[in-house]
């Protein structure tokens, strides 16, 4: 893998996020990594810096992760990996070793875990986490459609440290 700057990811941030989706990764205090399926995010500037935001939900294990670390990598990939990113939506990691049951091995960006196989990976640390809150949706639908158990996602501001690309 090689570094390269924000500016040069050559793709949609819809495409990777939306259509293609991505894997969030972060370690515990402990070293154990985890690993999750997302499709819901963005790229952009905040704060004058490069930043993506993420999405989590409550009981997704991997959110105790990140809120361990404060740092992550978002992992995305070329090729058909549909299969083991549907997977690792699905599984949880408290059950399993799910990285390792998709043959997927795990690499490090100085101490932020990613996953090999990757074509593109963004490292960075979280500037600022918040659950939303159902007061603040001005689009009151959303709530019913998304969130009917109030399983609010905890959105994640990362500063992008580093984008590596094979």
Same mark, same amino acid.
């Given at each position: 893998?090689?570094? #390269?700057?924000?500016?040069?990811?050559?793709? @949609?941030?819809? @495409?990777?996020?939306?259509?293609? $989706?991505?894997?969030?990764?972060?370690?515990?205090?402990?070293?154990?990594?985890?690993?999750?399926?997302?499709?819901?995010?963005?790229?952009?500037?905040? $704060?004058?810096? /490069?930043?993506?935001?993420?999405? +989590?939900? &409550?009981?997704?294990?991997?959110?105790?992760?990140? !809120?361990?670390? =404060?740092?992550? @990598?978002?992992? *995305?990939?070329?090729?058909?990996?549909?299969?083991?990113?549907?997977?690792?939506?699905?599984?949880?990691?408290?059950?399993?070793?799910?990285?390792?049951?998709?043959? *997927? !091995?795990?690499?490090?960006?100085?101490?932020? &875990?990613? +996953?090999?196989?990757?074509?593109?990976?963004?490292?960075?640390?979280?500037?600022?986490? /918040?659950?939303?809150?159902?007061?603040?949706? +001005?689009?009151?639908?959303? #709530?019913?459609?998304?969130? &009917?158990?109030?399983? *609010? =996602?905890?959105?994640?501001?990362?500063? #992008?440290?580093?984008?590596?690309?094979?």
């Amino acid at each position: 893998m090689q570094s #390269i700057k924000a500016e040069q990811i050559q793709k @949609s941030c819809f @495409s990777l996020i939306g259509k293609d $989706w991505m894997l969030i990764t972060a370690k515990d205090g402990e070293g154990k990594v985890n690993t999750m399926t997302a499709s819901w995010g963005g790229m952009g500037v905040l $704060w004058g810096k /490069q930043v993506a935001f993420v999405f +989590i939900r &409550p009981q997704r294990y991997t959110k105790q992760f990140v !809120d361990a670390s =404060h740092e992550l @990598s978002l992992s *995305f990939f070329d090729g058909d990996y549909r299969k083991e990113l549907t997977y690792l939506g699905k599984v949880s990691g408290r059950d399993c070793d799910k990285i390792k049951e998709c043959n *997927f !091995d795990v690499a490090y960006d100085g101490q932020v &875990p990613y +996953i090999a196989q990757a074509s593109l990976v963004i490292t960075g640390k979280v500037l600022y986490a /918040q659950t939303l809150d159902e007061d603040c949706f +001005i689009d009151v639908k959303a #709530i019913s459609q998304w969130y &009917p158990a109030g399983d *609010f =996602h905890t959105m994640y501001v990362v500063g #992008i440290d580093d984008v590596l690309t094979k």
